[in-house]
Each structure stands twice: as C-alpha cells, then as structure tokens.
C-alpha cells in the first residue's frame, strides 16, 4: 500500500492512501514517525495538495465509492474535516480511544456508514462521544464487552417569521443518548440506560429491538432494573426481536430471545424462508452441525 503524508506536529499526518484494498488499514508508523493525523479530503476522490510526500508506487487511489471499512491506528489523535467526505459505501469505522479532535463535514454522505468499533475498554475515556456528534444517522458503537446502538435524530430551525428568531428544534431519542457520557469521556451506561423509557414513547419496534438486545448480548454495566425493562419490551415484542436478529443473522441475539423463552415457531418459519440454517437450529433446538473430520487413521 501506498501512503502519501506530511509532517505535522507530534508525527506525519496521512493525506491519501493507493492500493487494491478496500479495506484498508492505515500504518502506525511511517518513516520512525507516529501516524497521529488524518488529512482533509483523506479518502475523498479529491487531488491530494502538492509537496506531498510518497512511501510505494500503487497508482489506485482508496478513495470515494470504493472505501467500504478504514482502521486506523491507536496514535491517531485527529480526523480533519471531510476525510471520509462522499465515502457512499463506507460501512465501518475502526480506531482507538485516542482522538480527540474532529474537523467538519467528518462523513458527509456516508450513507452506509454503520458501526464505530473502538479498541478500547467498555468503560475507557474514549472520542466516541465526538464521533457520535458527527453522525446524527442510525450508528452503533461497539466497544471490548460493550455493543450500543444510537438511533438517528433530526434537527430544525423554526423561524418566527415577524420577528425572525429562529427556534432550533431536536427530533428523536438518539441526540439525548449521544450525550450519555461522563465528563471524563467515558460512556455513562445508566444514563443511556434510563433513556430507554423515553425511547419507548417515539422510537419504532425495529430501533427499540436494536437498543434492547445490543445492551442484553454484551451487558456490561446494566442494572437489574433496566434489564428488566429491556427483556419486558422484547417479550412484548417477539415478532420484531426475532425478525431483527434473523435479518442480521446474530447468533448471539437469537440465543438471548430463545433463553427468555418467547414462542418460536413463527420465528423458525421466517428463519427457514430467510435461508438461515443456523438461526433455524437454534430456533428448533438442535446443535449446530459440524462438519466431520478425518484423519490418516481413519482410511
């Protein structure tokens, strides 16, 4: 893979990456320097600025319509503004707990974008909270033993056309979740929690199902009283939990939903039709299948 870089304070900052990857993880290191930057325009089908500086000879630029998932390294500190600008296809985000400052325009139209996966603890000071603020679409956030989902919200300006004052106006519970974290920048797992029961009042069966099982399967830091609230909503709703976890073929979540001991039958039909053989055992109770092996003793 090829990088083109400048300096920057601290170590090199990654103006474009070129290779047939798109995939792609971006170095650590680059010339004994630390990667501790991300350009404007990274992964955007933009010229890269003049007086750049080149590792390798690749000529296909990780750009645009091609980028589907970005890892970056732990020393990266900040994403200038528009890096993953026009990424349509980017789904996945990997990086760790270490940045600190985003420009604007972060992930303009990354339509498909879908997870923040952060190696970091569950509960460690992270930028997730500035990540999150950068995308007000349906994003997850998976954290070592944390999984949460944080649903889209919208944002008016209402103007009071006498006076022209402008009233701003926020549209969904997931703006109230993003703010759930500590002062110290570590998610705050009973305020998100306690967001649930308002949730209940706006959000659809299908978001309410992804908060509820996400914080079930990897619970870390929940109470038994929101435990309680979590399994009440899925057993009042079996239809859409199991249809969630079949849709997106989540092991974990369709053994979470047979343990609370919800009726199956309708749920293995679905699974069946979906062409899910795995889900379809689980919901049928049998094991898994495992393919025989042999060995030189066996012939």
């Known amino acids: 893979m090829t990088v083109f870089w400048e300096p920057c304070a601290g170590g090199v900052r990654v ?14 290191v680059i010339g004994g320097l630390l990667v501790v930057e991300i350009g404007p325009y990274c992964f955007a089908e933009k010229p890269v600025r003049p007086g750049a500086q080149c590792t390798g000879t ?29 990424c349509r296809k980017l789904r996945r985000v990997t990086l760790g707990a270490g940045v600190e400052s985003l420009g604007s325009d972060l992930f303009t139209n990354c339509r498909q974008l879908r997870v923040f996966t952060l190696r970091a603890a569950a509960d460690a000071p992270t930028g997730l909270k500035k990540l999150l603020g950068a995308v007000s679409a349906d994003i997850t956030a998976e954290l070592d033993g944390a999984r949460l989902f944080y649903p889209e919200y919208s944002e008016f300006l209402d103007e009071n056309t006498p006076a022209h004052i402008f009233n701003h106006s926020i549209e969904g519970e997931g703006y109230r979740m993003r703010q759930c974290f500590t002062p110290g920048g ?25 908060l509820a099982l996400g914080r079930l399967v990897q619970p870390f830091g929940l109470s038994d009283n929101a435990r309680a609230d979590y399994e009440l909503y899925l057993t009042a709703h079996p239809a859409d939990a199991f249809k969630l976890a079949i ?9 979470l939903l047979v343990g609370l001991g919800l009726p199956t039958a309708d749920a293995a039909v679905y699974c069946s039709r ?25 012939l």
């Open 274 to 298: 979906a062409g899910w053989s795995a889900g379809a055992a689980i919901l049928l109770g049998r094991p898994k299948r495992v393919k025989k092996t042999y060995d030189f003793e066996d």
């Open 15 to 28: 103006l474009r990456l070129l290779g047939d990857t798109p995939c792609p993880a971006v170095p650590g």
């Open 247 to 255: 849709d997106t073929r989540d092991e974990a979540a369709l053994r």
């Open 58 to 86: 690749d000529t296909h630029e990780i750009t645009g319509n091609f980028v589907e998932e970005v890892t970056l390294p732990d020393t990266v500190r900040v994403l200038h503004s528009a890096a993953f600008y026009n």
């Open 186 to 210: 570590a998610v705050d797992y009973a305020a998100f929690d306690a967001s649930f029961t308002q949730a209940c009042v706006g959000e659809s069966a299908d978001t309410l199902c992804r």
